[in-house]
Every structure is written in structure tokens, then in C-alpha cells.
């Protein structure tokens, strides 16, 4: 079987920085829904469509087809009491990006005496990546998965 739209593809990964340098490496496979259904991003989707077991892609991704440019926008400093006492750098806070209201998860990145700089933006914005993946197994899509629009089982979804 191929893979096609409708079906559960499963990757090994590794995904590297623009100079090379290795960034992840999947210690277990990604399975996702092939299909457009924002399982993985559109550019290696894309790249996946017909290929079959044991094939490999290697997919060069800019900013925009990753993880978005880096917004500036999305960097702020914030007094300390807007925080729990023991706040540490790396730590993660859900908070609004006055964008749209819009929801966004913020990682603390400095904490002075009486300020907090968390940003928004994911950890690999605005930065050029390499995917490179082997097709590990491809299946057709149970009902469930393409009414939920995503993967159940082993490697999947398992709650809603």
C-alpha cells in the first residue's frame, strides 16, 4: 500500500537545523493522517504522497513551511508577582497574544528580580529546518480516524 489520502502513515524521523546540526531524532515513529488533516506539515506531506514502505524523503522546510517566523511581538516582560513562587526558566504558561485574543503557550526565558520574559514563540521559529524520514508502515484509515480527523491506536490519539 501506498501512501495516499485516507491512510495512517507511520515515520521514523530526524529533523535537523539549517547548518546540519541534529535537532531531534524519533526514538519511536510518527504515525499521522495523510490527507490534509494538519497531522504533519503540509511540505512533507506533500513530499510523502505515493511513496511506500521503505522509502525515504528528505524535505527542506523554510520558516513559514515549519514553525513560523519569529515574532518579536510575541516576547514580553512581565512583573514577577504575575507568577508562582517557584518560577523557573523553561517553565510553560497558557496567556493571550493581544492578538485576536488568540491562545498561546509561553516558555519563560530570563527571570530578573522583579521581571519575568516568557515568549511565545515555538523554541524553532524563524528558523530553517531538514526533515528526513523513512516510511515505516502505511494502512488504510479506520472510520473512527477520519471522522475525528486523526490517528487512534498505539501511536496515536487515544482521548478526546
Known amino acids: 500500500m501506498n501512501v495516499v489520502r485516507n491512510t ?12 546540519g546540526k541534529l535537532i531531534e531524532k524519533a526514538e519511536a515513529p510518527l504515525e499521522y493522517l495523510h490527507g490534509g488533516y494538519s ?3 503540509p511540505l512533507v506531506e506533500q513530499a510523502l504522497d505515493g511513496k511506500a514502505v ?12 515549519a514553525f513560523g517566523e519569529y515574532d518579536a511581538e510575541l516576547v514580553r516582560v512581565e512583573t514577577r508577582d504575575q507568577f508562582p513562587a517557584e ?16 491562545t498561546v503557550i ?12 516568557v515568549d511565545g514563540n515555538h523554541p524553532l521559529a524563524g528558523q530553517t529546518l531538514n526533515f528526513q ?9 479506520t472510520e473512527e480516524e477520519l471522522t475525528h480527523g486523526h490517528v487512534h491506536g498505539p501511536h496515536g490519539h487515544h482521548h478526546h
Do not use: W
Request: some cysteine; glycine content about 12%.
Open 87 to 102: 518560577v523557573n526558566v523553561g517553565m510553560q504558561f497558557e496567556g493571550q497574544s493581544g492578538k485576536n485574543g488568540e
Open 54 to 65: 521503505g522509502e525515504t524523503c528528505r524535505i527542506h522546510l523554510p520558516p513559514g513551511d
Open 39 to 41: 497531522g504533519i506539515f
Open 106 to 117: 509561553y516558555t519563560v526565558t530570563d527571570i530578573a528580580e522583579d521581571k519575568v520574559v
Open 133 to 141: 524520514c523513512v516510511v515505516s508502515s502505511v494502512r488504510a484509515a
Open 8 to 19: 495512517v502513515v507511520s515515520l521514523t524521523y530526524e529533523l535537523y537545523d539549517g547548518d
